[in-house]
């Protein structure tokens, strides 16, 4: 989705947040020093970006190019792994755009 569609959807901001949330977990795992302000300063960025810009993946999908899904997603899934974290989001994000 493009920045517009997430700032006007509760359920995708949340779902944002979801994913922030299993990432910091994670990093904190590997023994990333994160502050909890972290993913609401990442929000801000995510609400005040202009609604006209899309996101990299997004201009990725549209223009047939492989997607960042694995460099996120997918490395978040992996060090969960290794550290027993669960992180359902991030796999539902892999999942989906694997293929894209």
């Not at 493009?2 to 977990?25: C, H, I, N, T």
């Not at 801000?44 to 997004?58: A, E, G, R, W, Y």
């Not at 969960?80 to 669960?86: H, N, S, V, W």
């Amino acid at each position: 989705a493009g920045y517009a569609e997430v700032q006007k959807s509760p359920e995708m901001l949340r779902f944002a947040w979801d994913l922030m949330e299993e990432a910091v977990a994670v990093g904190r795992a590997c023994g990333v020093k994160l502050g909890d302000e972290v993913i609401e300063s990442a929000m801000m960025v995510i609400c005040k970006m202009p609604s006209t810009v899309k996101t990299s993946m997004l201009q990725d999908v549209e223009a047939g190019r492989k997607t960042e899904v694995d460099a996120f997603a997918g490395t978040v899934c992996r060090l969960a792994e290794k550290y027993g974290i669960d992180v359902p989001k991030n796999k539902l994000v892999l999942e989906k755009l694997k293929g894209l």
